[in-house]
């Protein structure tokens, strides 16, 4: 964070100094990883289990964004807009993820360690941008099935086989004979709690994975001019309309060629991971 604007590093450290993480691992702690927002007048907490690997280190970033996301809304927006939409929600945390991305391959020296970062790092944008997207294609086609009549979970097996065997072909172009496909994978809708819990979620993440690295490579071309109007995006929270607020920033995301920005992180990405193999 220092090296990309000393005042978001300044709210990060803040976390780091007042102990606002839970960190530790402990007998019977809930998994995973949470930032929480309270409300804008109190500071936000970030819960996790850390183990001192890349992995945790990835995910403190993540949710390090979160919280630096939150600490930018609740200074200008009330209790009633400092959230952030769901589209917008992933902007900070998946932009974090990006600077510490950066930063390493940048600072690592040892082949193996950026070959892991960079086959990580694409393998969980594809997952991000591809699968999450066929989520929500069978999410759609769910609930449309369901409006006429109760579906059993055999017809819903069914509609996950449907859009599977076009993410299966995706799926076979990227792994090739590596990785087996199984019939049993037709029931693996119903280990998503998403499509129970929060429906219609996917595809926030599809579309903010692909906002980030449309944002990510402004800033590439930019440097620093780029940061204030950054740090005035996550100011905003959930005051106004995510395409509103590209627009201020001088970004059209209408136009392919925003989007193409993207892209072009990951296939630079790519490139260099190849010349690594």
Not at 27 to 55: S, T
Request: aromatic share 14%; charged share 25%; net charge negative.
């Amino acid at each position: 964070f220092e090296d990309f604007s000393p005042e978001i590093a300044g709210f990060a450290r803040e976390m780091f100094d007042k102990k606002w993480i839970d960190a530790e691992v402990r007998a019977h702690k809930r998994g995973g990883a949470y930032c929480h927002g309270v409300i804008p007048q109190h500071h936000p907490y970030i819960l996790m289990n850390y183990n001192d690997d890349i992995d945790n280190v990835y995910t403190l970033a993540h949710e390090l964004g979160h919280a630096v996301h939150d600490f930018l809304a609740r200074r200008k927006q009330s209790l009633f807009n400092y959230h952030p939409p769901l589209v917008a929600a992933e902007t900070a945390s998946v932009f974090a993820e990006m600077l510490l991305t950066k930063k390493l391959l940048r600072e690592v020296n040892d082949r193996e360690l950026k070959i892991a970062i960079l086959t990580g790092k694409l393998e969980d944008l594809f997952a991000t941008i591809h699968t999450q997207n066929y989520y929500t294609l069978f999410e759609l086609d769910a609930h449309r099935a369901g409006a006429e009549q109760r579906l059993s979970s055999q017809q819903l097996c069914a509609m996950w086989d449907k859009r599977r065997s076009m993410w299966d072909k995706r799926r076979s172009e990227m792994y090739g004979d590596a990785v087996e496909f199984l019939p049993e994978q037709k029931w693996y809708w119903s280990a998503i709690p998403h499509f129970i819990h929060t429906r219609f979620y996917c595809y926030a993440y599809t579309f903010g994975a692909l906002l980030v690295l449309a944002l990510f490579r402004r800033y590439e071309e930019e440097g620093k001019s780029f940061i204030p109007r950054y740090i005035h995006l996550l100011e905003a929270g959930g005051s106004q309309e995510p395409e509103k607020l590209i627009t201020e920033m001088g970004l059209d995301c209408r136009q392919q060629s925003f989007w193409e920005g993207g892209f072009a992180v990951m296939r630079e990405m790519l490139e260099e991971l190849k010349t690594l193999i």
